[in-house]
C-alpha cells in the first residue's frame, strides 16, 4: 500500500523540550549528553543513559529543538569539568563528586546558594556571561550541523525560566 504524501496533511513528531549538560538541573542529575547527541539520539542514534544502560528511539523524529535553561547556562558542567574561576568553587567539587540522588540534590541546593551580595548588590557568581555565550554558541552551532531540510528539521531555542528572589516562575 502506498500512501501519497501532502506536505499539508502530513503528521510529524518530534521534541521541543530536552536538556544537556548544559543545564544545571539536568547536569546536576547526571546528564552529560551534549547537543549533538541529543539530536544523533533524536535522528535514531544510541545514546548511554546516565546509569548505564543505551538506549534507541523505535523511530526517529522529524524535529528537535534543543532547549536548555538559559538560567546558569553551561556554568555546572563548566564547574565540575572546566578550568576557569566557576572550576574553583566549592560546587565544583560538590558537582565532580556526584554519585548518587542525594549528592545530586546536595549539589542542587548547593548551587542555589551562590547568589552573594557584594557592597549594595546581589552577585550571582554561577551568572558567568561568557561560559553561558560558549554554550550557547554550541547549540547554535549544533542545531546547524543536524538540520536536514525535507528530513529532519532542528529548532534553536531554550528554556527561559523566570525567577526571583524565591526562584518563583510566572
Known sequence: ????????????FGDTHIHTRYSFDAYL????????????????DMLQHPSGFEM??????????????????GAMREAAEGSGPLSQLE???VARSIKDPADSRAAFAAALGYVVSSQ???VDILDDKEVARSAWQDIIESAER???PGNFTTFIGYEYTAGGPEFENL
Not at 1 to 12: P, Q, S, T, V
Not at 29 to 42: E, H, I, N, V
Not at 56 to 73: E, G, I, Q, R
Open 120 to 122: 549594595d548588590r546581589e
Open 29 to 44: 542529575m547526571g546528564t552529560r549528553a551534549t547537543p549533538d547527541d541529543a539530536y544523533a539520539f533524536a535522528k535514531g
Open 56 to 73: 534507541k528511539m523505535k523511530k526517529p523524529l522529524d524535529f528537535l529543538s534543543v532547549t536548555d535553561h538559559a538560567f546558569y547556562l
Open 91 to 93: 560546587l565544583g567539587r
Open 146 to 148: 543536524h538540520n536536514d
Open 1 to 12: 500500500l502506498e500512501i501519497e504524501r501532502n506536505a499539508l496533511r502530513n503528521a510529524y
